[in-house]
Each structure stands twice: as structure tokens, then as C-alpha cells.
């Protein structure tokens, strides 16, 4: 299926000049030029006035329209999945905080297991905030679930191929061995709640 995006603001990384359009088939972006190299048999949708630009992808957000990822429920996924797409989030990492093992466990399950929304923003998998941080700069996360890193705890989560970003402080004890053994896995990392 093709749609022609008419009469908006298009922003790219060099300024695109007025009467310019751009062509989506198959929800991707196919081409952009003027409009008057389209079809008119294309259905056309009009955004004067708007901004048109390209999805955004959310690496790190716990929760949003009263869901949350540690609700470690589908129906969670999906009410957030649907209230990011409506905010123009195409796609997204739900993000856990420090919790216990058993939690985690759950939000990872809930990811692998979720079948994604027809409408809704798409998840790439999941990403852990902790509970590797350090206790001081723990700002807003459960200061009960901070602890040394294990790698023995990290293994599965990191073997379970969903976990595609990790936030930690890197001067707690262990983790440097988490942040080798991820990486190795294709696992980004993050510094954060560091002092």
C-alpha cells in the first residue's frame, strides 16, 4: 500500500524545498521529491501545517498511560506500545528498574512471550536499568534491589537474546565481567546512576 505525504514541513538533515513530498509503501519511506513526479492515483494525505519526520526510537522508558514494564503484563506492553505510538514513537526498548531477580525474570518473560500490537509502537526487546548502580546516585530506583553485580544472575538475561541495552555504574564490583561477556553478545551499555 502506498500514501503520498503532501504540504508538510518535511525535516531531514538538509533543508527540503517547498512543493516536495513523500512517498510511504509499506509503511516505509520509499522517496522523497517533488509532488508533481507522483502519481495522482496515489492516495494523498495532507499535513499542512505539520511537521513530518521519521518515527522515533525510545532506548530507555519504564512506562507510559498508566503502564508500567515491571507490570510484567501483556496488556501492559500494549497500552504503552499504543500510547507511544500516538506520540510518535515507532519502536521502543521497555526498561526495568533495580528489582529483584525474580521481577526482572517476569519483565524479560513478559517481552519474549508479548506478541506485538497491530497499531501500537514495536518492542525491540528490553532494557535493564540495574540493579547494578551505584547505592548514592540511585535517584528514583529502589535503593532495597541495588547490589553488587553477579554474573551469574546476568547470565540468562543476557543468553535470553532480548536484552539489547544495559545501564549500570561501572564501579561496582563485577560488572566490568557483565559489560565483556554482553558486549561480546552485541549488547550496548550505558553509564548511569554512576557517582
Known amino acids: 500500500m502506498q500514501t ?9 538533515p538538509a533543508p527540503v524545498p517547498a512543493g516536495h513530498a513523500i ?3 509499506d509503511g516505509r519511506i520509499a522517496a522523497l521529491a ?7 492515483e496515489i492516495p494523498r494525505l495532507d499535513a499542512h501545517g505539520m511537521w513530518v519526520v521519521p518515527g522515533l526510537i525510545d532506548v530507555h522508558v519504564h512506562g507510559g498511560a498508566g503502564s508500567d514494564t515491571m507490570d510484567a503484563q501483556h496488556a501492559a506492553l500494549d497500552h504503552m506500545a499504543e500510547f507511544f505510538a ?5 519502536s521502543f526498548l521497555p526498561t526495568t528498574v533495580a528489582a529483584s531477580k525474580e521481577a526482572i525474570d517476569f519483565a524479560i518473560e513478559c517481552v519474549r512471550t508479548y506478541r506485538q500490537s497491530e497499531t501500537g509502537a514495536r518492542v525491540l526487546g528490553i532494557h535493564l536499568e540495574g540493579p547494578n548502580l551505584a547505592h548514592p546516585s ?23 537474546g532480548l536484552v539489547r541495552m544495559i545501564t549500570l555504574a561501572p564501579e561496582v564490583d563485577g560488572v566490568m565481567q557483565i559489560i565483556d561477556y554482553g558486549t561480546a553478545l552485541g549488547v550496548k551499555f550505558a553509564v548511569g546512576h554512576s557517582q
Open 4 to 12: 503520498l505525504i503532501i504540504n508538510g514541513n518535511i525535516l531531514t
Open 23 to 25: 512517498l510511504v509503501s
Open 34 to 40: 517533488a509532488t508533481t513526479q507522483f502519481s495522482t
Open 86 to 90: 500516538s506520540r510518535g514513537v515507532t
Open 138 to 160: 540511585k535517584g528514583a530506583q529502589p535503593g532495597a534491589h541495588i547490589r553488587p553485580a553477579d554474573p551469574a544472575e546476568y547470565t540468562p538475561w543476557l543468553e535470553s
